[in-house]
Each structure stands twice: as structure tokens, then as C-alpha cells.
């Protein structure tokens, strides 16, 4: 004689497909909603760094910053007087008082970083590195800095 499975069991197995392929999906969808906010083109509001004195000040400069929603990213920052442009520090980002590089990005919105992984950019040994980058995002801004305690520079950017 054949057995049926119970109206419970069959409703258990339901929703605890059910609820594994929801918790599935919303981490899907917390990470693509991550992504989905970085995703455009970003301005420049402010970038504070250490002078030579090692005191923190506001830069003079503006910038552009743009995320693909595959994963690509570019950066371009000029300093309005290039001799201010922060030379010191462990790595130089820019030369001549501009900066620019592009690459790919991976998110881990749990630690709330990137990285930047650089494919080409106006200093060259930057080319090939992997830059750690710490993030908040709130409403339509952007606070990054690096990961690097010895790099004591903060970047804000604005969604266009």
C-alpha cells in the first residue's frame, strides 16, 4: 500500500523551500542594492589629506568618479594648484596635480569596502594593484577613505 505525505509535511517542506530561497534572494538583493548605489557617475565635495606637516586640511581640487553597474570603475581628481597636490605618503596617486586610473571593483558589504583593482592609471605603479577602500554611503553621498592606516586621506563624493 502506497503512503501519502501528510498535509504538514508537505506544507513544512513548502515554506522551508520557501524561506531558504527568500533568505537566498535577499542577500542577493542587498548586495545588487549595494552595487545599484554605487553605480553612475559621482562628483567631487571635498577631499582632506595631510599636508607635509602632517596636519589634515581640505584640498583645493575637483573630480569625477564613475561606477559600471559590470563592475568598472574610473577615477580623474585635478588639484587647482598642482604644488599643493599631496606628493608625500606611502603611494602617489597623482602626478602634476592630476589623478587618474581606472579598473574594477568588488564590494564586500559586510566589512562596507571596495577594491580597486587597477588596470592602468597616470602613475604607473599603481598598474596592477589592489586598493582596499573603506565606504559610507548616505542619501545621495559617499564618504571614502583607504584601509591603509599610514594613509590618513578621506574623500567625499556626490551622486549626480
Known amino acids: 500500500m502506497k ?17 531558504l530561497a527568500l533568505a537566498g534572494h535577499q542577500g542577493h538583493d542587498s548586495k545588487q542594492e549595494i552595487q ?21 586640511h581640505k584640498a583645493d581640487c575637483t573630480g569625477l568618479l564613475v561606477y559600471t553597474r559590470d563592475g568598472h570603475m574610473s577615477v580623474q581628481l585635478m588639484y587647482r594648484n598642482p604644488q599643493t597636490g599631496a606628493q608625500g605618503g606611502p603611494v602617489q596617486y ?3 596635480g592630476y589623478e587618474a586610473s581606472f579598473g574594477r571593483y568588488e564590494i564586500n558589504e559586510r566589512a562596507h569596502t571596495f577594491t580597486f583593482h587597477v588596470e592602468g592609471a597616470m602613475v604607473r605603479n599603481l598598474i596592477g594593484k589592489d586598493l582596499p577602500r573603506a565606504f559610507e554611503v548616505s542619501g545621495n553621498q559617499m564618504i571614502v ?8 586621506w578621506s574623500v567625499a563624493w556626490e551622486h549626480y
Do not use: I, M
Not at 577613505?145 to 590618513?152: A, I, L, V, W
Open 3 to 19: 503512503t501519502r505525505p501528510s498535509s504538514l509535511v508537505l506544507l513544512a517542506a513548502f515554506f522551508g523551500t520557501s524561506v
Open 36 to 56: 545599484n548605489r554605487f553605480v553612475g557617475a559621482w562628483h567631487l565635495v571635498w577631499l582632506q589629506e595631510p599636508d607635509a606637516d602632517g596636519k589634515v
Open 145 to 152: 577613505k583607504s584601509t591603509d592606516p599610514n594613509e590618513r
Open 94 to 96: 597623482a602626478q602634476g
